[in-house]
């Protein structure tokens, strides 16, 4: 199975040494509450880089057509060509968008395939002795942001331990494109704020 077709519960084989973190102690952690939500934390697609390279404008409301249609892998693809994000197909019903430090998957799940998922990964991952740290990071993260729910994932073959984020947004109403794309674009770019704590305040990659 390809490791960009993550679905939680299944494993890839990923890590090593090299994806241990320079920090090797758990000064860095914080045993405290975080902070509460502040406004900045919100998605704001006019400051978070979302596509691969640079952030381009999202197309505005008005430019794009108000007729509500069902959310097609299609229709995806099409919103992330108007958000400058290049994506391969995995040839499993999914588009795969590749950043320097993380992927993010996007698919429609569910029954009726009515469920939006965002789902992104850090290329690195955590040795399984730091499993503890690992969780509490998680849960401050989820604590203090909105939106995108962090986990940590099964072990790898290696015994590694995977970091995911994701979003999944009901469409079975369906929705019209402006509206696609800005949740695409707030999807991709709380994946890279995400990766980048992990790396940065997080100390955990």
Known sequence: MPWWSWRPGHTASSGGPETRSRISVDEAVRVGPPAPREPEHDCDPSESPATNERHTAVVPATAAPATVAPVTLRRLGEALDLLDVRYLADGDGSLLAMWERHAVLFSLEG??????????????TVPPDWADRAYRVVNEWNHAQRFAKAYVGDPTERGQLPIYAEMQVPMRSGAHDALVVEVLDCGAA???????????????L
């Open 190 to 204: 709380m994946a890279t704020t995400f990766v980048d704590w992990l790396h940065d305040e997080g100390a955990l």
């Open 111 to 124: 029954p009726e395939d009515e469920i939006l998922v965002m789902r992104a990964r850090p290329y690195s």
